[in-house]
């Protein structure tokens, strides 16, 4: 046998299939679950489930985290009490944890990685420290065996939240995987490889490899098989290699195909190592000509930012919340992720890659100037690059990060010298990855445009400030632009205002804003501007909402003195992950695949109330009819009639204006354009409410009616409706169970909020979330209230769940097959 086919024969029997971990026979990855936790060393340990988030089944309060400040970024001059800011939760202090691990072999090396641990990590290895990581976001690992003295090693891990260090909830505690890698003395090393794909096209494609060998490199072999599926489609014998893959599968958001490079190091015929590297072969290039473009082809991203936490799952990272939350996003169309404003967990980038997503990753909220006395501001300096470099060499592999960000709305935008900062990150992450572009979310637009700020980052993003997008393109050298973060639309699912009026920091006694998506914080704007922007100019390349789900913290407009608001009124999706209205209208815009129909709101009002209907929609015309008499017909105006609208004129057959609130826009600010929503959203402002049907029809391109869409006046409460959302998303654990109250037609019910409870059998209830950003109820206790009709429950493992609402005759039972 000639001795290439041997090398190629033996790396297919060192292949394995357990790709994710890069396990094979020669390493082993073991994932260290059980720990015994404590906030006090020596006292009360008790065992604990690693990823583990030490806060999130406690009790809410007020007083957790006070935050005293002005938010210069949103316009503040004074200072004043900002409650719920990181989302009342008892995140800060301290913790240990602690675990045994078996440690038997003198031949090996073992390695401990951190995929993140909140925060300032003090690893310990048979009580001497190893290893000191102070971002609590970013991934890390320490090499212990010369620490290891026996055949059992004891690792401690103590972690400090200070108050003060966050404009959100960060979680507590070993929240992300930790891992045990077990290798030969020679072995690939933790991110030890760095694939790139230098030329790309649909007959063939160039990947190139180098990889990185620890420990004695004496007579070491190194040889890389590719992999598409279980076909090797490529090998080379150098530790930096060029191979060539002919008809290569693309990847992309589409079709997100994805190969394995499987490296071998070898000595005298023996494998010592075994390492599995996932990539993608795609090509990214962004020009003022083309602007971005995935394999050749132009597109704009339909992008969302997400903080890192899963509602009532805390920030415990946990595979099947994430693959729900992208499933949704999936259905509404967005192909991209920001991950604002700090590294993701692995599992987040893992799955993008499969479910086909972009990502822009972004380490840092704040440079060496901070937001809050005590975040990331204290360690830049000495961390930037350290912290930079781990998350580059974690990711830099994966097909789905198209770009780096390297902060967002960090002041030194407006620092005279603030460009040699961004020149000083955008250089560490050029010479890590020479082939992903680099932007910031710049806020200071009026500044940035002519202080060199904006200039000097190479891939111009601004958030909000829709108002100057013209300006920067005109006067910034690179002729495109970003919209790194948009909207910051306020929301409550299921909650409605009337009239629906256009403005900024729209405050309510009950704690709410309004569910027709038409109210947003004095910085931000609507959706539609977005889309306007989008749609009319070709320089710009897209656009990543703020956000894609409500988090816990930030709970603007009601962040100053309003407890007990603690969660976000920002998402397209509500913390208990049900969509909010806006989940149609960016579907009606970014869902090509499928048509999207959506009628709002809800039928139950008051008889003579003049209520405000929207419907959002992919099809170009409706008629709305309130017990069967028609309220008129409308279709979508064209952009040459928005303009007409904006200048006062009345155009038959279109929505007229929405009502504009009078407020001040301050010069940093965005002037509300009233005249863009009839160009995305089909309205009728005034129609008398008559208990009944309210029902939609909608036509097609030829006048034709294609779907309609029935909202009824709801009768009392009748029963629970459960539905097991994820049900076919491949779960391997948890299911999500939305419980819906019902009168006895089937009609939700709008304003039920009974307290429902959940008993479990065989199954085990994790975790209950209504998306009401006041609730007290506690995430992790069987039980919660409804809000707007309908709360969702978390659920593991197999058997049945049966849901009550205490002193009313709601039930019902759902079994989980799993
Ligand atoms: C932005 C900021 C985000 C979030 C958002 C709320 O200015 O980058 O982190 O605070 O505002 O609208």
Known sequence: MKRTNLLVLLALLALTSCSKHKETAFRTDELLTRWQFTHVLGEDWQDVTVPHDWAISQPFDRSYDLQEVAVVQNGEQTATVKTGRSGGLPWMGSGWYRTRIATPDRDKCYTLYFDGAMSHARVSVNDELVCFWPYGYNAFYVDITPYITGDTTDVIVSLVNKPESSRWYPGAGLYRNVHLITTDKTHVPVWGTHITTPEVSNDKALVHIDVDVAGPKDNILVLTTLYYGDEPVASAEHASATMEVKNPHLWSPEEPNLYRAVTLLMRDDHILDSYTTRFGIRSIDYSPEHGFRLN?????????????????????????????????????????????????????????????????????????????????NVHFHEWAERDITNMVLHFRNSPAVVMWSSGNEV???????????????????????????????????????????????????????????????????????????????????????????????????????????????????????????????????????????????????????????????????????LPKDRFWLYRSQWNTAEPTLHLLPHWNWHEGDLVPVFCYTTYPEAELFVNGRSQGRLRFATREEAARLAKGEQI???????????????????????????????????????AGELKVVVYDADGKAAAEQIIRTAAEPDHLQVDWVNKDEGAEELAYLTVTVRDKEGNLCPDAAPLITAQTDGCTFVAAANGDARSLDLFQEPQMHAFAGQCTFIIKGKGTVTFSAPHTPLSARRTVLK
């Not at 407020?663 to 160009?679: C, H």
């Open 652 to 690: 038959a057959g279109v929505s007229a204006l929405p009502p504009v609130g009078e407020f001040a826009i301050p010069d940093w600010g965005t002037a509300p354009r009233p005249e863009l929503l009839p160009r995305y959203r089909l309205m009728w402002h005034d129609v008398p409410y008559e």
């Open 296 to 376: 050749g082809q132009t597109r704009k991203f339909k992008g969302v930012c997400l903080h890192h936490d899963l509602g009532p799952l805390g920030a415990a990272v946990h595979r099947d919340a994430i693959r729900h939350q992208l499933t949704l996003l999936k259905d509404m169309g967005c192909d991209a992720i920001r991950t604002s404003h700090n590294m993701p967990a692995s599992e987040l980038v893992e799955l993008c890659e499969e479910m086909g997503f972009m990502m822009m990753i972004e380490p840092f909220d704040v440079w060496d100037w901070g937001k809050t006395k005590n975040d990331y």
């Open 411 to 577: 002041w030194n935008q407006t620092f005279p010298k603030g460009y040699e900062t961004v020149h000083f990150l955008q250089d560490i992450f050029h010479r890590l990855d020479p082939t992903r572009p680099v932007t910031c979310g710049m806020d200071q637009a009026k500044t940035v445009i002519y202080n060199g700020f904006a200039a000097a980052v190479e891939l111009p993003g601004f958030n909000y400030r829709t108002g100057r997008y013209l300006e920067a393109y005109e006067h910034l050298p690179q002729k495109m632009l970003l919209g790194s973060e948009t909207a910051s639309t306020v929301s409550s699912r299921g909650i409605y205002k009337t009239p629906a009026v256009i403005r900024p920091d729209a405050i309510y006694d009950d704690g709410q804003c309004s569910g027709y998506d038409v109210e947003y914080c004095a910085w931000s704007g609507l959706p539609d501007q977005d889309f306007e922007l989008q749609d009319d100019y070709p320089w710009t390349l897209g656009q990543f909402v703020w956000t894609g789900f409500d988090y816990l913290g930030e709970p603007s407009p009601y962040d100053t003195d309003a407890w007990p608001s603690h969660s976000s009124y920002f998402g397209i999706i509500d913390l208990a992950s």
